[in-house]
């Protein structure tokens, strides 16, 4: 008995000269009810898997499956951490803010599906392989140059030696022979343990350096990897500098700046106020106020003195439009909104009535929102509730539109103004808003449009049979406890 005949048989392997022959050998073990079969080219060949009966890989459904548990863990980690471990109130946004969650959803979802790609892809092939039995060939190596093989494993159920070279040899096959075990151990070397354990051991070094500086107190100075990082001369916001005169690090706009956007708006527009009427009843204020916008960084005072008591007109501007409800105010405001009034106006200023003023005033406008009641529940002391917006002095009629806006824009009372962050034609929307928010809790069947009235009156007039039948209801079932009672 030879060397070879001893090493156990693995399988037998053809060798084809042309992707057709070996295209038609495949198709043939194929019908002949071969499943462990495989081929190796040297360059991908269009319909090889049909050809042998492969069956499609399950490692989509793998990478489905791990995408899928990406997107559930990142959402589900979102919810807890925002909404109901840590709630995190800002600009009045949802604790559970799809929209929010999906930069994170994404990323995990793509981290999960690239594991599942590459370690699925090892799974199914049986890697790692040290060894493969088709290296004992020496004619193998020319399946990288101009060479097609053809092998069908022993472990097939109707594997038989001679069968299976008999096939071979009528579909044209070449050099047919057994594949025999190689002289290559089928252990992992041990050298890789080694390196592999010596990766991990170095691998633990840092994390038990830093879980030491964390309990532990050191005189010695901290070690910066990145020293220019750590003491770069550039300035965090709102922090001095002794570089400029006003000791900001922060640097304003350049005097006379213009907003992208707000070119061509005329003084009406950017204040709410007439500035005609202005000008003609108070000069010098309206000379301030038009100053305070062209050119906000130069201090003046309004007796004309360059002094350093001098006030700013933004500020002056600002305290004399911001006054108490129970001031007397003559300022020519502006009646009516500059802007047209449709449905794409008020989306507008929902939207931003939402992200900006809804957190102190609530959604409906009642005053109630989330700040108050947080300031309400933890018993703030120096907290003053928000304005209703539905209460009559803040009415059109005795609250201007133009007043509205300058309240919106430079605040009133512990109010924050909004000039800075949002733009005058998104404050206008906001405007115009407020008073459909006002008009819905006292709005007459007048202003509905004819063709939506009949609409709304039967509606009325179910809504109040409804209440009649239930309050009818509610008589007959205590005439009849009143009837048990008696009894």
């Known amino acids: 008995m030879s060397e070879n005949q001893e090493k156990k048989v693995h399988g037998i392997v053809a060798e084809y000269e042309s992707v057709d022959s070996l ?17 190796y080219t040297p360059f991908p060949v269009h319909g090889i898997d049909k050809a042998l009966g492969i069956k499609p890989t399950h490692l989509p459904w793998i990478v489905l499956v791990c995408g899928l548990t990406g997107t559930a863990t990142a959402l589900l980690m979102q919810i807890w951490m925002n909404a ?57 190596d020319r399946v990288t140059d101009d060479r097609f093989f053809l092998y069908v494993d022993s472990k097939d159920p109707r594997f038989d030696e001679g069968s299976v070279q008999q096939l071979f040899n009528e579909t044209g096959g070449q050099h ?30 840092p994390l038990l ?31 001095g500098s002794t570089l400029f005169a006003d000791g900001r690090a922060m640097r304003p706009d350049v005097p006379g700046t213009v907003a992208r956007g707000e070119v061509g708006q005329d003084m009406n527009f950017l204040t709410g106020i007439d500035m005609e009427e202005l000008d003609r009843v108070d000069s010098p204020r309206a000379e301030r106020l038009v100053n305070t916008h062209l050119n906000p960084l130069v201090p003046q005072d309004p007796d004309g003195n360059d002094d350093d008591e001098a006030t700013s007109p933004e500020v002056s501007a600002q305290a004399e439009a911001a006054q108490e ?12 909104n500059p802007l047209d009034v449709d449905r794409e106006l008020l989306a507008l200023g929902q939207q931003y009535f939402g992200i900006y003023c809804s957190v102190c005033h609530g959604l409906n406008g009642g005053g109630n929102g989330l700040v108050n009641r947080r300031a309400r529940k933890i018993l703030a002391q120096s907290w003053i509730p928000p304005s209703s917006l539905h209460q009559e002095s803040l009415y059109e009629d005795k609250y201007p539109d133009g007043k509205l806006f300058n309240t919106i824009s430079n605040g009133i009372r512990k109010m924050p ?21 006002q008009m819905s809790q006292n709005a007459s069947i007048d202003l509905v449009p004819q063709d939506r009235r009949e609409e709304i009156l039967e509606r009325q007039r ?11 209801a509610e008589r007959k ?11």
């Open 23 to 39: 295209l038609d050998a495949c198709r043939r073990v194929r019908d002949a009810g071969y499943k462990k079969t495989d081929a």
């Open 417 to 437: 103004g909004y000039a800075s962050q949002i733009k005058a034609r998104d404050r206008w929307a906001i405007v115009a808003y407020v008073r459909a928010l």
């Open 176 to 205: 047919i022979q057994s594949v025999i075990d190689d002289d290559s151990s089928s252990k992992i070397p041990k050298p890789i343990f080694a390196i592999w354990g010596l990766i991990v051991a170095f691998s633990v070094i």
């Open 462 to 472: 179910e809504v109040e049979q409804k209440l009649e039948e239930q309050a009818e």
């Open 84 to 140: 109901i471990d840590y709630p995190y109130i800002i600009s009045g946004k949802p604790f559970i803010s799809l929209p929010a969650f999906i930069p994170v959803a994404f990323e995990l979802t793509v981290l999960f599906a690239s594991f599942g790609a590459f370690f699925g892809m090892w799974a199914l092939n049986g890697l790692p392989r040290f060894s493969n039995p088709m290296f004992t060939d020496p004619r193998f």
């Open 209 to 239: 350096i830093v879980l030491k500086m964390r309990v532990t107190n050191s005189s010695s100075p901290r070690f910066h990897v990145f020293y220019d990082m750590d003491f770069s001369p550039a300035k965090d916001a709102q922090q």
């Open 477 to 487: 079932a205590e005439e009849e406890r009143a009837k048990r009672a008696g009894k």
């Open 325 to 336: 409800p129970s001031v007397m105010d003559t300022t020519p405001w502006l009646k009516e």
